[in-house]
C-alpha cells in the first residue's frame, strides 16, 4: 500500500520560507524517484523539482532554481522541499509524487493529497 503523505503547508508571507515534507510509506524512497509538482488556481500542474533514484543533478523548473532545494532522507523515508524567497506565484497546492523516473508528471504512479502553500504579498 504506497502512500504519501505531505506535510508543512502554511500562510506566509513574500519573502518567507517554508519547508514541506512528504512521509512515504509502503515502498522503500531509496529506489525510486520522487518530485513535487504544484497546481495554481487557474493554471495547470506544475513539475517543481524531481529527484532520481542515483540522486544525481535534480531538477529544479526555472522559476524556483535558486530558491528552491529538494532532499531526501531514505532512513525516514522522507522527501522534502525547502522553499525560500517565496513569492505569491508559489501560492499553490504542492504535492509530492514517486515513479520509477523524473520523466514527468505521466511517469509517476503514486501521488499524495498535497498541501496548500499561500504567500501573501
Known amino acids: 500500500q504506497v502512500q504519501l503523505v505531505e506535510s508543512g503547508g502554511d500562510l506566509v508571507q513574500s519573502g518567507g520560507s517554508l519547508k514541506l515534507s512528504c512521509a512515504a510509506s509502503g515502498f522503500s524512497l531509496g529506489y525510486y524517484a520522487i518530485g513535487w509538482f504544484r497546481q495554481a488556481p487557474g493554471k495547470e500542474r506544475e513539475g517543481v523539482s524531481c529527484?532520481?533514484?542515483?540522486?544525481?543533478?535534480?531538477y529544479y523548473t526555472d522559476s524556483v532554481k535558486g530558491r528552491f532545494t529538494i532532499s531526501k532522507d531514505n532512513a525516514k523515508n522522507t522527501v522534502y522541499l525547502e522553499m525560500n524567497s517565496l513569492t505569491p506565484e508559489d501560492t499553490a497546492v504542492y504535492t509530492c509524487?514517486?515513479?520509477?523516473?523524473?520523466?514527468?508528471?505521466?511517469?509517476?504512479?503514486?501521488w499524495g493529497k498535497g498541501t496548500l502553500v499561500i504567500v501573501s504579498p
Open positions: 529527484m532520481s533514484m542515483s540522486n544525481s543533478s535534480p
Open positions: 509524487a514517486t515513479g520509477v523516473e523524473c520523466s514527468g508528471p505521466s511517469t509517476m504512479a503514486y
